[in-house]
Structures are given as structure tokens and as C-alpha cells.
């Protein structure tokens, strides 16, 4: 995801938080589910003051969050632009939530594995120790030489 992405993302969730504060919040961990379709209801609202782009980007990020996630689960209840209860969450979209989890997990083991290994120092491998049986072969090789 390019900067200027994330940046305009950013700049989507602070106006979504400050304009509905009953609804969306700058703090990652104080993020609950949104109702369905609530672009729509921001769009209505806000009457151009956000482009349909830059909804989408703010949303989609604050949406993707990772407490947003842990928290959309089967009976939670859905929140509307004034924080009111709007639908709630079924299993098969906690069961979404679930698997984007996992994969946002898998994908920073894979960072944190690739990371660690391009920290580490190349270890030098010790010489290899020579069985009786090489040490005798090359002692008769000496002998006959």
C-alpha cells in the first residue's frame, strides 16, 4: 500500500471521526461494525465534502483494522452514523472477519521471518571433522607420495 494511500486514508477516517464521532473513531481499539452499506448514509451526509475514492480508501482501512475485526462477531450489534444499533453481525461475516484475521497473521509471520533472516550474520559452517576412515586414507596417501 503506496503512502499517499495510506495518507489519504488516514485523513478519510479522521474526517469520518470527527463528523460522527458515535460511529467511527481515530482510535484503533474503540472500532465496532459498521452498518451495511454505510458509505452510502456518509455520502448523503457529507454531500461532496468526500469523494467516493477517498470513502472508499478511509473505509476500506478502517475496516481492515485488526480490532475492527476481532471485534465483528455473530450477534454484535452494527452502528449507525449517530451510533445507533443498525443490523448486527452474522456468523458467516464473523466467519470473513475470522479468515482476514488469519491471513493479515500469517502475512506479518512472513515479514517477521524474512526480517529476522535478513538480520542474521551468515553463520561460517565449521570444516568438516574427517571419519578414522579418511584420516587413514590420507595418511597412506602421504606414505606412497
Keep these: 500500500m ?3 494511500h495510506n ?3 488516514t485523513a478519510g477516517i479522521a474526517l469520518l471521526a470527527e463528523t460522527f464521532p458515535k460511529c467511527f473513531s481515530v482510535y484503533e481499539g474503540r472500532r ?3 452498518k451495511l452499506k454505510i458509505h452510502l448514509d456518509v455520502q448523503a451526509a457529507l454531500d461532496g465534502a468526500i469523494t467516493p475514492a477517498e470513502l472508499h ?3 476500506g482501512m478502517y475496516c481492515a483494522n ?3 475485526l476481532e471485534h465483528t462477531r455473530k450477534g454484535a450489534w452494527r452502528l449507525d ?3 445507533n444499533p443498525a443490523g448486527i453481525v452474522t456468523a458467516d461475516e464473523e466467519a470473513d472477519a475470522k479468515a482476514t484475521l488469519a491471513g493479515i497473521r500469517a502475512k506479518k509471520e512472513v515479514r517477521t521471518a524474512t526480517a529476522k533472516a535478513a538480520a542474521q550474520p551468515a553463520t561460517p559452517q565449521p570444516p568438516k571433522r574427517l ?3 579418511d584420516l587413514k586414507a590420507a595418511a597412506l596417501a602421504r ?3
Excluded: H, M, N
Aim: charged share 20%; glycine share 8%.
Design 57 to 59: 480508501k478511509a473505509l
Design 7 to 9: 495518507q489519504a486514508g
Design 143 to 145: 606414505e606412497t607420495a
Design 81 to 83: 452514523l449517530d451510533g
Design 131 to 133: 571419519s578414522l576412515t
Design 66 to 68: 485488526r480490532v475492527y
Design 32 to 34: 465496532r461494525p459498521l
Design 2 to 4: 503506496s503512502q499517499s
